[in-house]
Every structure is written in structure tokens, then in C-alpha cells.
């Protein structure tokens, strides 16, 4: 639990530096649906219930943000505290691969 507080307190710290990323007004949500074809953890079928990490680097993809509302297209990179979602990613010997999923949390993500 130690690990999982110290994490969010990082991330928190960190939305400054993100927000000041290339597009600084479309970068940190808090609900996403998102695909695209590249790298994620954690890997497989995953039903999140409660804090857990998600990271992605698409190479080609598309993020939908529901709260607030915009679009990332294209190559992206992303790392979430999703509280609740589906995501699914291929396995870690199969990567890259195509992702998928549907995420509510504290989401922050950067075109490449």
C-alpha cells in the first residue's frame, strides 16, 4: 500500500512537468477509451477494480477523453492510476501488439 501511495504522490508532483508537455491543454484525464498498436502493461485481459497502474506507448493510436473532452491521435505515451476499466493488451512476449481499453482515473498521456 506503501508503494501505491508513493506512486499517486509522484504522479501528483508530476503535473506540472506533464502539463507543460507539447500540447499542453490535452494531456491529463479522467476518463479515457482508447486503441492502438504498440507497448502496454499490464499485459492480457485485465477487469481494474481499485488502484492500479497502466502504461502504454502506441506507435499509431487514438485516445478518446471523456472527461475532459479531446482527441489524441497518432503516437502517444501514457500512464494511468485507473480506479475502475477494462484493458487489454497482449502478452509481454507478443508485444508490440494492438491495446485496448476503457479507463477511469487519473490519466496522463503525451504525443510523441
Given at each position: ?13 508530476a503535473i ?40 502504454w ?50 490519466i ?5
Amino acid at each position: 500500500m506503501k508503494g501505491v501511495a508513493f506512486t499517486i504522490a509522484m504522479l501528483l508532483l508530476a503535473i506540472p512537468l506533464v502539463s507543460s508537455a507539447e500540447s499542453p491543454e490535452n494531456n491529463t484525464s479522467f476518463a479515457i477509451d482508447t486503441s492502438g498498436y504498440g507497448y502496454s502493461f499490464p499485459p492480457g485481459l485485465v477487469f481494474i477494480i481499485g488502484p492500479q497502474i497502466v502504461t502504454w506507448s502506441y506507435e499509431d493510436g487514438v485516445t478518446k477523453s471523456i472527461i475532459p473532452p479531446f482527441y489524441i491521435n497518432g503516437s502517444q505515451r501514457g500512464v494511468a492510476i485507473a480506479f475502475f476499466g477494462v484493458w487489454s493488451a497482449p502478452g509481454l512476449l507478443a508485444q508490440p501488439g494492438n491495446i485496448s481499453g476503457m479507463l477511469v482515473g487519473i490519466i496522463f498521456m503525451v504525443p510523441k
